[in-house]
């Protein structure tokens, strides 16, 4: 099956800085990449996600960025704010419109923006 | 927005018992799930349900896990006899058909 290796597990950074969180997939039937967002106690909110048949997608101050043939993807958060303080979860999944779309997530990433 | 609603937030229960956790998808949706997220780990797929049927299960969901969508609305996960182990959060999620899944707010079971 799919395994999903994510780094840092933790990462700091100071307000106003970039953050980069960087994921691997094994299976390269993948063809779905979303990047979720979770507070302390609360649900996962995805924040974007990417398909495997473009490169890079933006949306404000997150980009996602997909290597198929290197089967790695990453997040980067530009001008970070503290409330962008939250676990980071990356994820993989085979399918198209129709089917299963099983997530298989990485261990999360943990990132702090200090003031 | 729509979301999906899970009740209740917290369920604490004594090791052995049943429990059943509840879900209410978002209303157009057609594909429904649990995972679940020991703490401080990464959340983990246990089963995928569609047209009445489980579609997928991960080798968590055992058989003493069992999943039901008893009426139009609801979908629940049922575990027979809870075990330590089974202390987690339960997230239940759904999509539409070509659209990102939608997760619940969970619920915290605690097995004593």
């Known amino acids: 099956g799919e395994n999903v290796e994510q780094h840092p597990s933790t990462l700091s950074v100071q307000e106003g800085d970039s953050a980069v969180i960087k994921c691997t997939y094994s299976?390269?039937?993948?063809?779905?990449f979303p990047w979720y967002k979770q507070e302390l106690g609360k649900r996962p909110q995805l924040i974007i996600d990417i398909r495997s048949n473009v490169g890079e997608k933006k949306d404000q101050r997150i980009a996602v960025t997909l290597n198929k043939t290197a089967k790695h993807f990453s997040l980067h958060i530009t001008e970070t704010q503290p409330e962008d303080s939250a676990v980071y979860f990356c994820a993989a999944s085979w399918g198209s419109g129709g089917s299963n779309y099983k997530l298989t997530f990485g261990k999360g990433t943990l990132l702090t923006v200090n003031p | 927005e729509p979301e999906v609603t899970q009740t209740p937030s917290h369920q604490v229960t004594q090791m052995g018992q049943e429990v059943i956790l509840r879900c209410v998808p978002i209303s157009n949706h057609l594909y429904f799930y649990w995972y679940r997220q020991i703490l401080g780990q990464k959340v983990e797929f246990l089963v995928s349900?569609?047209?009445?049927?489980?579609?997928?299960k991960s080798e968590i969901f055992d058989d003493q896990f069992s999943v039901e969508r008893p009426d139009g609305s609801n979908f629940t996960l049922k575990i027979r006899s809870t075990k330590l182990e089974d202390s987690a959060m339960y997230f239940c999620?759904?999509?539409?058909?070509?659209?990102?899944?939608?997760f619940g707010n969970g619920t915290r079971l605690t097995v004593t």
């Open positions: 999620a759904s999509r539409a058909t070509g659209t990102p899944l939608h």
């Open positions: 349900f569609y047209n009445n049927e489980i579609s997928e």
């Open positions: 299976d390269s039937a993948s063809n779905y």
